[in-house]
């Protein structure tokens, strides 16, 4: 499996982003997928799954402002009223309940700034 993440960039505080992650490959209509976030100097953190039926979760510090969403293979991130806490890079995650297999995406960098 492969992961295509993009749609990262710049952002003044209170815009809007979309970022996207294209999963090809051998994929599986059974895999569940995710966003995860890495700001410098700190580990990589949850910001929001979706399950293969649509049940979503998220991170504490975005609900309410962003929202996970998937159509097939692909998988959505909107990302509202961003914060400058919200600067990291975005990594998509391909995995499945109970098994050790998973994917990652190579990360797209999103900065909230002035």
């Known amino acids: 499996v492969q992961l295509q993440a993009y749609g990262g960039g710049l952002v003044q505080p209170g815009g809007c982003l979309k970022l996207?992650?294209?999963?090809?490959?051998?994929?599986?209509?059974?895999?569940?997928m995710g966003w995860y976030r890495q700001a410098a100097g700190a580990q990589r953190k949850l910001v929001a799954t979706?399950?293969?039926?649509?049940s979503t979760n998220y991170g504490d510090s975005v609900k309410g402002r962003f929202t996970i969403s998937r159509d097939k293979a692909t998988m959505y991130l909107q990302m509202n009223s961003l914060k400058p806490e919200d600067t990291a890079v975005y990594y998509c995650?391909?995995?499945?309940?109970?098994?050790?297999?998973?994917?990652w995406g190579q990360g797209t960098l999103v900065t909230v700034s002035s």
């Open positions: 995650r391909y995995y499945y309940c109970g098994r050790s297999e998973q994917y």
């Open positions: 996207s992650c294209a999963a090809s490959g051998s994929i599986s209509s059974l895999a569940n």
């Open positions: 979706i399950t293969r039926y649509g």
